[in-house]
């Protein structure tokens, strides 16, 4: 039996989420955004949240939607100004959100560092721009690097093609994204997926995560957007 | 005559040797994916996960699980690999990948880039993964037009909008000239419809020829 608990609903499948939570949610763009576990932390409730995600909402849904509802205090991400991302251009202008700009490979990084137990990383991105600024550097093999600290979830929702009872997923295209990532860094990890199959259907060599870094499954019915305007 | 767009594509695409692997960054330098040679066996690398990317898909290829940087459907070439973000980004901080091909508001004469912000009041700054191509990448592209609509120089003594990167790029691809820049300054390697000398008369940084 494994300790990945199987649910019903994305309702219960976002039980216990906690006003201040620092939630990882995966996607870039629309691809990848687990949509109805986002829903479902809408009707939840939990307010005064910290969203770590590529972008900052597309269109009405999704991110977005649960943007428009106030329960976001901060969004830290690499890229919130989109062709579609009028919610959040909205609660910026209007000094309504906080913004915490993070060049993507450094959002990735920093996630990934949580999830291995890495304390911390140097890395060149960003040496000489404002986004390093007052961060602490050291030159190493003649060329400068920054020191970048792990981002940690309380929670991380994603979206995966497929899982089995045991929590191991795979992903589709590139809908895999940040799932893989976000799934290690955060206390727990939920993941909607369009398939849950018995043990032992997953080709083990195929296994993208594993499901040690999976708490709760739900089964839901993919639903799908395009990012609109994109070019 | 200076190049329109898609002519500069061609013109970056000629430059990329075969074999590379190659990242094409969001909005005019898509365009060069158009003009590759076939079989020259360049792979696309797009950021959000993906090598080998195909060209934009169309009527019923379009999945909305398949897209590249700019979130615009595209397709699979044979040999296509998927991956997640941080090896991705590994692929390009690694110094992985041979060329990328990036848009700029302004680069400097020794190569420093600025393309994410202007830094103006109200605007909404985002960097995507801009910041790590541009120290990842073994050679940086810039395609841009070499004049802004006011007719200022795009090419600059020094960067006046925050930077991405310091000494980054490599060359400049503009409608009217292919200009190389680096720790000894620009130098022109070609030009389109102008004359080096009077290009010299309106860039506001000494140039040299190649």
Redesign the interface.
Known sequence: MSRTEILDSADEAVRGVEDGSTVLVGGFGMAGMPFDLVDALIRQGAGDLTIVSNNAGNGDVGLAALLKTGRVRKVICSFPRQSDSYVFDELYRAGRIELEVVPQGNLAERMRAAGAGIGAFYCPTGVGTPLAEGKETRTIDGRVHVLEYPIRGDVALISAHRADTMGNLVYRKTARNFGPVMATAAARTVVQVGEIVPAGDLDPEAVVTPGIYVDRIVRVEARHYTVQGAR | MPLNPDELAAVVARDIPAGSYVNLGI?RPTKVADHLPEGAGIVLH?????LNMGPAASGEQ??????NA????VT?LPGAS?????D???M??GGHLDVCVLGAFQVSATG?LANW?TGAA?A?????????LA??AKQVFVMMTLFDKQGRSKLVPECTY?????GCVSRVYTDVAVIEVGPDGAAVRETFGVTVDELAERLPVPIKSA
């Open positions: 909005g797009t950021e959000n996960g993906m379009i999945d909305p699980d398949l897209t700019g979130k615009v459907p699979e998927y991956f997640h973000h941080a991705s980004f590994a390009m901080r420093d912000h109200g909404i700054p985002a960097v995507g993964g801009a910041m790590d120290i990842g925050p930077l991405t990167g310091v």
